[in-house]
Nanobody, 126 residues
Framework: VQLQASGGGLVQAGGSLRLSCAAS????????MGWFRQAPGTEREFVAA????????TYAVSVQGRFTIPRDNAKNTVDLQMNSLKPEDTAVYYC????????????????????WGQGTQVTVSS
């Protein structure tokens, strides 16, 4: 499956941004989907993940209550809705697909993910 992330940009602190990840080559209904981010000089870190149907989601503590990960299997997309953005949310954001064999799993470890998009830059100004 190929993943294309979009929607990044520059936003002021407190603002909102919605990232979108479009998949092609396969249906994402059999994949858990995740979002990760990487700031300069840091390792890639988990942001959010959703199970096959989106019924189970998990979030990094740093974004809980501010971000959501809606997915639309009919459209083959998964989004990341980011509210109340902070300067520390500045990073390149990546979407990823996990060919996990269970419909109720959404894993936070980057090593579990099989396919990655190219990343989109999010910059939050103070």
């Amino acid at each position: 499956v190929q993943l294309q992330a979009s929607g990044g940009g520059l936003v002021q602190a407190g603002g909102s941004l919605r990232l979108s990840c479009a998949a092609s080559g396969d249906k994402i209904s059999g994949y858990a989907m995740g979002w990760f981010r990487q700031a300069p000089g840091t390792e890639r870190e988990f942001v959010a993940a959703a199970s096959w149907s989106g019924s189970y989601t998990t979030y990094a503590v740093s974004v809980q209550g501010r971000f959501t990960i809606p997915r639309d299997n009919a459209k083959n997309t998964v989004d990341l809705q980011m509210n109340s953005l902070k300067p520390e949310d500045t990073a390149v954001y990546y979407c990823a697909a996990d060919l996990v064999g269970s419909p109720i799993v959404a894993r936070p470890a980057p090593a579990e993910y099989d396919y990655w998009g190219q990343g989109t830059q999010v910059t939050v100004s103070s």
